[in-house]
């Protein structure tokens, strides 16, 4: 079964940046499209990036222009590189593929506050 870990998450001033990191126990990337999304408290899980098995990626309007998904095959990692963060890309950012498929990790929390 496979197994994500997500990793990066912390406390950032508005302005501010983060890298987020995925590792997956097994050669997952090449081969499925994967993707980030974020659940904030209350509300419903959101997809905010994703890329495919060719490297296309794709963003939600919302962090356009500020995150950048990327994944390391060699290493069966994806990252999500955030700048320029906002006190609204508060939440808990979990990877899997897209459409869902693997079990949810723990997520990691990015809180952007002043």
């Known amino acids: 079964q496979v197994q994500l870990v997500e990793s990066g998450g912390g406390l950032v001033q508005p302005g501010g940046s983060l890298r987020l990191s995925c590792a997956a126990s097994?050669?997952?990337?090449?081969?499925?499209?994967m993707g980030w999304c974020r659940q904030a408290p209350g509300k419903q899980r959101e997809l905010v990036a994703f890329i495919t098995s060719g490297g296309i990626t794709n963003y939600a309007d919302s962090v356009k222009g500020r995150f950048t998904i990327s994944r390391d095959n060699s290493r069966n990692t994806l990252y999500l590189q955030m700048n320029n963060l906002r006190p609204e890309d508060t939440a808990v950012y979990y990877c899997?593929?897209?459409?869902?498929?693997?079990?949810w990790g723990q997520g990691t929390q990015v809180t952007v506050s002043s």
């Open positions: 097994g050669n997952i990337f090449s081969i499925n499209t």
């Open positions: 899997n593929a897209v459409p869902y498929k693997f079990k």
